[in-house]
Nanobody
Framework: QVRMVESGGGSVQPGGSLRLSCAAS????????MGWYRQAPGKLRELVAT???????YYADSVKGRFIISRDNAKNTVYLQMNSLKPEDTAVYCC????????WGQGALVTVSA
């Protein structure tokens, strides 16, 4: 069972940037679509960005133009570059394939506040 380990979270002020990494314990090369999800306090988990094996990307409207997803199949790692962060981006960020079939990691907590 592939398990995900997220890192790179932290606290930043509005307008700041963070880069999240997600390392898989096994190969993700066979996974057609990898994605970053987030769950804010009191809200359901939502999908914010996806990256296919051939390089196609999808972004939720709430993060479009600010977040960039990428993947390195050789390193079994997925990244999320987050720029121009807003308080409403505060959440625990997790990665998984789409739809999610791997074991969820603990996630990376991102807190955006002045």
């Amino acid at each position: 069972q592939v398990r995900m380990v997220e890192s790179g979270g932290g606290s930043v002020q509005p307008g700041g940037s963070l880069r999240l990494s997600c390392a898989a314990s096994g190969s993700i090369f066979g996974s057609n679509v990898m994605g970053w999800y987030r769950q804010a306090p009191g809200k359901l988990r939502e999908l914010v960005a996806t990256f296919t094996r051939i390089g196609s990307t999808y972004y939720a409207d709430s993060v479009k133009g600010r977040f960039i997803i990428s993947r390195d199949n050789a390193k079994n790692t997925v990244y999320l570059q987050m720029n121009s962060l807003k308080p409403e981006d505060t959440a625990v960020y997790c990665c998984n394939c789409v739809p999610p079939i791997f074991e969820w990691g603990q996630g990376a907590l991102v807190t955006v506040s002045a």
